[in-house]
């Protein structure tokens, strides 16, 4: 994959490929990932493989409730870490928050290998080993969080989360923040706030409305009010429904 050019038009989008393919080599991603990750990949066109305004606004009331949370959670799942890394420890630099692995095909191998890859790229004290049934409502296997993480959070950040899960966070009264490209996903219509637009693009632009936003209370509880989630994944549709006229 090393040898693709720069140039050529689908960059992007064949190293994203790639990541995701050596994440499933190496151990980090189950291959249940991959199709996830097609599944991605065609909203993702449909988009225009941009961030668009709708998506936009999600992700500065993502940074808002991030900002004005108590205990926030960046909640991290195989695909994640392989394609946001470096990244993901920078959100966490600028929140000072936690980060813990989180995995629909969980296995504590996994979740190790997973802890040590995020540590490596800058990541600090990974949680997610020994995770315990804590969630109601799911099975033991997919309910597992550690307490002092996303058992006691307020606020979870879970890009790439499975709808039910995201549903259980929010019956126990989180702030759930999604990224997932699929407008029409149960993650999306349950999540508080949910980002349409590549985990790629989202981690990034979540950590810069962090940095905006920073010490300005009033700010963030302004911008976190006037978010409105079904108006903005109505938006998000009406987005993509006129994109495509266009193109037709
Ligand atoms: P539901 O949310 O309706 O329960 P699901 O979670 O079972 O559906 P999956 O295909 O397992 O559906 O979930 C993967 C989700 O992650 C898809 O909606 C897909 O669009 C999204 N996704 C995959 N790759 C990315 C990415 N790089 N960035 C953002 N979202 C992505
Ligand atoms: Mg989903």
Do not use: W
Request: a neutral charge; aromatic letters at 4%; charged letters at 25%.
């Amino acid at each position: 994959m090393t040898d693709v050019p720069r140039s050529h038009p689908r960059y992007e989008s064949l190293m994203t490929r790639a990541r995701v393919e050596e994440g499933v080599r190496s151990g980090l991603v189950s291959m249940q990932g991959l199709i996830a990750h097609g599944r991605g990949e065609a909203f993702d066109y449909l988009l225009g493989e941009g961030t668009i305004p709708p998506a936009a606004e999600a992700e500065r009331a993502a940074a808002a409730h991030l900002l004005l949370a108590r205990n926030p959670v960046l909640s991290v799942n195989g695909n994640t870490a392989v394609l946001v890394p470096d990244e993901l420890a920078a959100l966490q630099k600028a929140l000072r928050c936690k980060v813990e692995v989180n995995l629909f095909h969980r296995t504590e191998e996994r979740v190790r290998r997973l802890a040590a890859f995020l540590e490596a790229h800058g990541c600090e004290r990974v949680l997610g080993e020994g995770a315990q049934p804590t969630i109601p409502g799911l099975d033991h296997e997919r309910g597992r969080s550690t307490v002092e993480g996303i058992f006691s959070a307020d606020v979870v950040l879970v890009p790439l989360e499975d709808g039910d899960r995201c549903q259980a966070l929010r019956d126990m009264g989180k702030t759930v923040v999604v990224v997932d490209l699929n407008p029409l996903s149960r993650t999306a219509k349950s999540a508080s706030v949910s980002v349409t637009d590549n985990v790629r693009r989202a981690v990034p632009a979540i950590t810069r409305e962090v940095e905006a936003l920073r010490g300005d209370r009033a700010a963030c509880e302004r911008v976190a009010k006037a978010f409105d989630p079904a108006r903005n994944l109505r938006e998000t549709m009406d987005f993509i429904a006129a994109r495509l006229r266009a193109l037709g």
